[in-house]
């Protein structure tokens, strides 16, 4: 694979799982089929929708440019060769946990610091009811200082081994999608209730009452440091 096809195919990757993303607040917003598993039963703001379009296509662009970029930049660091199951699993395991942790401790401060919530937080926590796509609804500074993290978690593995593109890519569509669900404002069973994985109702909780809950993969964060509810 080139270094073209690679970040063509980076790109493509994360187009599908937010057009999942985009099909999945459509039904949220537009039907009712998953109305009995809301967690907020108060209706969305009319026009909510297109009102938040603007400033998602905005960060959506942000994410396919650097993704892209990333992706192509990085070529000579991802391994295409075969690699043990294993190996790929623990990898983008591991990168989730740094990036995990960089994402709580940059999300605490948003909250803390009064200047950056005022200026910069404050415009994600206007969903109130979150609908699955405004988990990119945010300031673009907060968009892409929350890319930090799988940088770095990707930068931890780097020291020891390559990384293999397969945990590139299953990393960010997992993440992806793990982001889009928590944003739903759905508790749907079974994958709301993955012993560690924070849910939509831990998140949701955290847009209702702009406090607590900070981490957005693993839930063990805020217990750690007593900031879940």
Known sequence: ??????????ILLLIGTNAIGLVY???VLKTNWFSSFQIQKKPYEKGVFSKRMPRYLVNFSILLILSGVGAYIGYPLFQQTEMAWWMIVLQVFVAFVFDDVFFYFMHRWLHENKYMLKKVHAIHHRAHKPFPLE?????????????????LGFGIILLFMPVHIYSFWIFGALRNLHEIHIHSDLKLPGISHIPGISTSKNHDDHHAKLTGNYASTFSWMDRLFKTNF
């Open 1 to 10: 694979m080139t270094r073209e096809e690679l970040a063509i195919k980076t």
């Open 25 to 27: 607040s459509l039904i």
């Open 135 to 151: 988990y990119l609804y945010a300031h673009p500074f907060e968009w892409m200082l929350g890319m930090v993290g799988a940088f």
